[in-house]
């Protein structure tokens, strides 16, 4: 947009110049060639018209180069429409799963920012800075904060972006006029011997540099082809003509590896426990089928696990073993898949065949983990996947969970204990934060402890607590107004109870986030309707609040795991004896970790029903 914007000021001269050499001829008596000023103003005019026609050409230049550099993106973009398409289906699971797209866009950002900030580490690493304190840790999260994207909910950031108001006039002008330095220049680039650099004439490394300044030349020794005598060429280029050599290709996967697990993360930190493993199978199903990984038949078979009609007679005698509704799914498994792969072809036949060595596979504790019998020894995990999905479905959720590890990697399936600072620092002024309430678990603490560290409590009349409840609407509503001028934080809890308020409170907050203090937070926490169909909060609110649905563990890895991230490896390292206080330390947590298994047994074997939580621990 700004170039053509350029281009459109730099054409307008020439009309200028059109109307007033018609106006001067129009005006003209006698002789027009021995019109002085008409002669002058030709000549004039003609300048500016070569000059106006470099600019020009210099624009269109740079528009195929930007356009160009953009194409080699693509597939970025791609994964991008991928992820927000998926997330944008997931309201039909839950209610609570619904996100906006200036939501995405500011998640999609945070992805890119990652690479950069990781690209900037590794370039830092010599300076070997230390420690990773408190006041580290505050100016992290400001520069972070500031970087993030600030919106009002009702406004439209993506327009803003394709208005282009933040682009760099100054560059474009340079890049438009006539005898300026090229962007190619090597002052820019700082290119240097052994440098990866591409030129017109293909990729490959500098071995010297000849001359400096304006004279500067390049010897680089070409690497991306060979001479027929098998040696590698070498070029003798100007500086201006090089730049420094950039893997579109490596680039890009890393981009997308890192958008995925930001918006993956971004995702699942709201998701009920009961839904994650499920829509971590549609996230990876859907993007490895988009990609070009899975074929859609092989997604359609473990998605329906259809029958086949006309399967052969159940030979009951030889498997007595194996359920009969299963024989017209094994069927169907073979039909669909045999004819192109070699595992499940003569499926039925092997089964009825090695009917001992399959029944001991079939009924197997951990049939994911042994290699099936006859042909099918083979499997990858995805295929172990769809033989579980038709024989033992009970077990398919673990052969699914395996299959993402090995395409994605184990944080698809296994979830971090909830970081309070990571999350806070994805949050804006202008992004609330909700919090899903489940029996025993109470955000309060999590949010509380935070702010002491950031020095923000309810002594300094920094921080507001408020339950919500009949009468307090308007306690509410002038602390929203209070802190969102002094930046302060306020949170709201159980905001279920208060149905005929919500929408005055999301007005409110729309209102708040427009000019509010950089360091304004809000917390709301709520407990979730009783069905995944029912809407207890308005919808723009759940669009544009960061989600958190951090439901107590019920095993006993999960519940450990979370139990000794609760204590930082600064409170350990406080500790003059470290070892034993870490031994001790574990104990306590893996008894609590068994106190919270026992809940499912209700109170048998107490005196009383206790629910522990987190608060008996810390």
């Known amino acids: 947009t700004e170039i053509y914007t350029l281009s459109l000021h730099d054409a307008l001269p020439i009309f200028e110049i059109e109307d007033s050499i018609l106006a001067r001829l129009a005006a003209a008596e006698g002789d027009v060639t021995e019109d002085t000023d008409l002669i002058l103003g030709l000549e004039e005019a003609k300048r500016v018209s070569n000059d106006i026609r470099m600019k020009l050409e210099q624009g269109k230049k740079t528009s195929d180069m930007i356009n160009n550099t953009s194409e ?32 995405f866009v500011v998640v ?85 011997v052994n440098d990866q650099v591409e030129c017109d004439y293909g990729v490959g ?37 090089c730049e420094k050599y950039v893997d579109y290709g490596l680039r890009c996967t890393t981009l997308k590896n890192s958008i995925t697990a930001i918006v993956f993360n971004y995702i699942r930190r709201g998701l009920f426990d009961v839904h994650k493993l499920v829509i971590s199978s549609l996230v990876v199903l859907k993007l490895q089928e988009d990609d070009g990984q899975l074929d859609p038949a092989y997604v359609n078979e ?48 092997s089964i009825t065949s090695e009917a001992a060595v399959w029944d001991a596979w079939y009924n197997s504790k951990t049939p994911e983990n042994e290699p099936p019998p006859g042909p099918a020894a083979g499997v ?7 033989l579980l999905r038709t024989m033992r479905p ?58 002491r560290q950031f020095n923000i409590t ?27 001028h002094a930046g302060g934080w306020v949170m709201l809890q159980n905001c279920h109870l208060m149905q005929t308020w919500l929408p005055r409170l999301e007005r409110k907050l729309e209102v708040c986030s427009e000019h509010a203090h950089q360091d304004f937070r809000c917390f709301i926490s709520a407990e979730p309707p009783p069905m995944a169909w029912m809407k207890n909060m308005p919808e723009s609110l759940m669009q544009s609040c960061i989600k958190v649905s951090n439901e107590a563990p019920t095993d006993l890895k999960s ?28 104990a306590v947590c893996f008894f609590h970790a068994c106190m919270l298994g026992r809940k499912r047994f209700g109170q048998q074997g107490w005196s009383r029903k206790y629910g522990f939580n987190m608060g008996d621990l810390t």
């Open 559 to 586: 519940n450990i795991q979370r139990a000794w991230a609760a204590f930082s490896q600064e409170r350990i390292d406080e500790c003059s004896l470290k070892e034993e206080f870490r031994g001790c330390l574990f």
């Open 205 to 241: 490394k500098i071995v010297k540099v000849v001359g400096e300044g304006p004279t500067m030349m390049y010897v680089i020794k070409v690497s991306n082809y060979t001479l027929p005598d098998g040696k590698e060429p070498t070029l003798f280029m100007k500086a201006e003509m």
């Open 302 to 349: 473990i998605l329906m696990s259809p029958i086949d009609p006309d399967a052969a007679e159940f030979p009951a005698e030889e498997l007595p073993w194996l359920p009969a509704n299963l024989w017209p799914k094994i069927s169907a498994l073979e039909k669909n898949l045999g004819p192109t792969n070699p595992v499940f072809a003569g499926l039925t036949a």
């Open 72 to 103: 080699k993106y693509r597939p970025v973009a791609r994964r991008g429409s991928q992820l927000f398409f998926i997330m944008n289906e997931l309201v039909k699971i839950h209610t609570y799963y619904i996100y906006s797209l200036n939501a």
């Open 380 to 386: 990858t995990k995805f295929q172990m996947a769809l």
């Open 458 to 484: 309810a002594e300094r009349n920094m921080f507001v607590n408020i339950s919500m409840g009949q009468g307090q609407e308007k306690p509410a509503e002038t602390m929203l107004e209070k802190m969102s």
């Open 394 to 451: 009970d077990r398919v959720s673990m052969a699914t969970a395996n299959y993402i590890e090995e395409v994605y990697g184990k944080t698809y399936v296994f979830q971090a204990p909830f970081d309070m600072k990571a999350t806070y620092q994805e949050s804006t002024a202008s992004t609330p934060m909700y919090f899903v309430l489940f029996p025993g678990v109470d955000p309060t603490p999590w949010v509380e402890g935070l702010g």
């Open 108 to 192: 999609f950002q945070s992805g890119i920012e990652a690479v950069q900030a990781e690209e900037r580490k590794k370039a830092a690493e010599a300076t070997k800075t230390k420690g990773w304190g408190l006041s580290k840790f505050k100016k992290i999260s400001q520069k972070v904060i500031t970087g993030l994207q600030r919106f009002p909910w009702n406004h439209d950031i993506l327009m803003d972006a394709s208005h282009c108001d933040n682009i760099d006039s100054k560059l474009l002008s340079v890049l438009f006029g006539a005898n300026k330095k090229s962007p190619r220049s090597s002052d820019k680039d700082g290119l240097k």
